[in-house]
Nanobody
């Protein structure tokens, strides 16, 4: 399994921006689709964005389209999530996830992902 570590969470005012990073190790990073999910207190884990193994295909939840951008640098084994125009309802723990080795399709459901990071807290104040 991949080891995934997220960075970049924090406290930001509504309308601000944050960039999350996810460093991967332990297996070929470029061979798997990656995704970001979030979970707010008392709520179920929710899909945010996903990217294919090559980076050529992305998927977004409707609630973040036009505000968030997922990207990856396969040379650096790192996944990113640029979050702009943040809203209080974006407050959650954000986790990155990796699909199995060789699976490049950017799925939008959590059970399609094999490896998970520990998560990073994002808090947006109004």
């Amino acid at each position: 399994q991949a080891q995934l570590v997220e960075f970049g969470g924090g406290l930001v005012q509504a309308g601000g921006s944050l960039r999350l990073s996810c460093a991967a190790s332990g297996r070929p990073f470029s061979s798997s689709a990656m995704g970001w999910f979030r979970q707010a207190p008392g709520k179920e884990r929710m899909f945010v964005a996903a990217i294919s193994s090559s980076g050529g295909t992305t998927n977004y939840a409707d609630s973040v389209k036009g505000r968030f951008t997922i990207s990856r640098d396969n040379a650096k084994n790192t996944l990113y999530l640029q979050m702009n125009s943040l809203k209080p309802e974006d407050t959650a723990v954000y986790s990155c996830a990796a699909r199995s080795v060789g699976v490049g399709d950017p799925a939008t459901v959590h059970y399609a992902y094999r490896s998970w990071g520990q998560g990073t807290q994002v808090t947006v104040s109004s």
